[in-house]
């Protein structure tokens, strides 16, 4: 069912045995103290900051296009760049930062699968320094607009038939028993699937097998003909639910 022409998940094996390849940019997003001197060698870290807003209450909303074009310029972004990234939570950074890079129309991007856990547990090499790499000779972004799903465009589809809304949040966020928004509860009609749900913790936190997960689609009536809005409370989890559905195409 893979749709992509560039994979949007990549294995540790198969990225060990392109770190010789020029055109190979690997981006860590590890945010716990005990990675951040562990390295997949050859790549560069990323703070997690560098891809939202950062503004309340919206805080994980699109950066300003002056602060995209920079991230454009400190990836050195062109167009036979392929950027791998991983972090060391499953893959949820790392997905926020593969779908800027789609929004930014770049596609050469993918997911390490497991991340640093799967990397290091698995046995391959690590570097105790973080590379800084070339900047490329201009940082202008430009935006895929097809890639969001504003408020006002929710609001036209929301009875759409062929419309599922995924969200990614705790069943608790979902039902309102706890709330971290202006309100509680969930946008109407919206499908519960917590993005946790789709990580396998006995894979070093790959995603679970693809036929498990389609399974797990199918049960919530969520099939590839229907259009699907991903949400959650910054598009940190969602992001990983956008990456598996891409994944799963």
Same mark, same amino acid.
């Given at each position: 069912?893979?749709?992509?022409? $560039?994979?949007?998940?990549?294995?540790?094996?198969?990225?060990?045995?392109?770190?010789?390849?020029?055109?190979? *940019?690997? %981006?860590?997003?590890?945010?716990?103290?005990? $990675?951040?001197?562990?390295?997949?060698?050859?790549?560069?870290?990323?703070?997690?900051?560098? +891809?939202?807003?950062?503004?309340?209450?919206?805080?994980?909303?699109?950066?300003?296009?002056?602060?995209?074009?920079?991230?454009? $310029?400190?990836?050195?972004?062109?167009? /036979?760049?392929?950027? %791998?990234?991983? #972090?060391?939570?499953?893959?949820?950074?790392?997905?926020?930062?593969?779908?800027?890079?789609?929004? *930014?129309?770049?596609?050469? =991007?993918?997911?390490?699968?497991?991340?640093?856990?799967?990397? &290091?547990?698995?046995?391959?090499?690590?570097? !105790?320094?973080?590379?800084?790499?070339?900047?490329?000779?201009?940082?202008?972004?430009?935006?895929?607009?097809?890639?969001? =799903?504003?408020?006002?465009?929710?609001?036209?589809?929301?009875?759409?038939?062929?419309?599922?809304?995924? #969200? =990614?949040?705790?069943?608790? @966020?979902?039902?309102?028993?706890?709330? !971290?928004?202006?309100?509680?509860?969930? &946008?109407? /009609?919206?499908?519960? $699937?917590?993005? +946790?749900? =789709? &990580?396998?913790?006995?894979?070093?936190?790959?995603?679970?097998?693809?036929? @498990?997960?389609?399974?797990? !689609?199918?049960?919530?009536?969520?099939?590839? @003909?229907? @259009?699907?809005?991903?949400?959650?409370?910054?598009?940190?989890?969602?992001?990983?639910?956008?990456?598996? !559905?891409?994944? +799963? /195409?």
């Amino acid at each position: 069912m893979k749709s992509e022409k $560039f994979p949007i998940l990549i294995e540790p094996t198969e990225l060990e045995s392109r770190l010789p390849d020029q055109d190979l *940019l690997i %981006v860590d997003l590890c945010q716990s103290k005990d $990675f951040r001197e562990q390295h997949i060698p050859g790549s560069m870290h990323l703070d997690y900051s560098e +891809l939202i807003d950062g503004g309340k209450p919206a805080t994980g909303l699109l950066p300003a296009k002056t602060r995209l074009d920079q991230l454009v $310029f400190r990836l050195g972004l062109h167009e /036979g760049l392929h950027v %791998v990234a991983y #972090d060391d939570e499953g893959g949820g950074w790392a997905s926020r930062l593969v779908w800027t890079l789609y929004l *930014l129309q770049h596609r050469r =991007a993918s997911v390490l699968n497991g991340g640093i856990y799967a990397w &290091i547990g698995e046995g391959h090499p690590v570097s !105790l320094t973080s590379t800084i790499p070339p900047t490329a000779c201009q940082g202008s972004s430009s935006v895929d607009d097809s890639m969001l =799903a504003t408020r006002d465009y929710l609001l036209s589809r929301l009875h759409a038939t062929d419309l599922r809304l995924l #969200d =990614a949040r705790t069943r608790e @966020e979902y039902d309102g028993v706890r709330t !971290l928004a202006g309100r509680g509860g969930h &946008i109407p /009609g919206a499908i519960h $699937f917590n993005w +946790l749900d =789709a &990580i396998d913790s006995k894979r070093n936190l790959r995603l679970k097998p693809d036929h @498990e997960l389609i399974a797990m !689609l199918s049960q919530r009536d969520i099939a590839p @003909e229907h @259009e699907i809005v991903v949400y959650c409370q910054t598009h940190h989890r969602s992001a990983h639910s956008w990456m598996m !559905l891409r994944h +799963l /195409g």
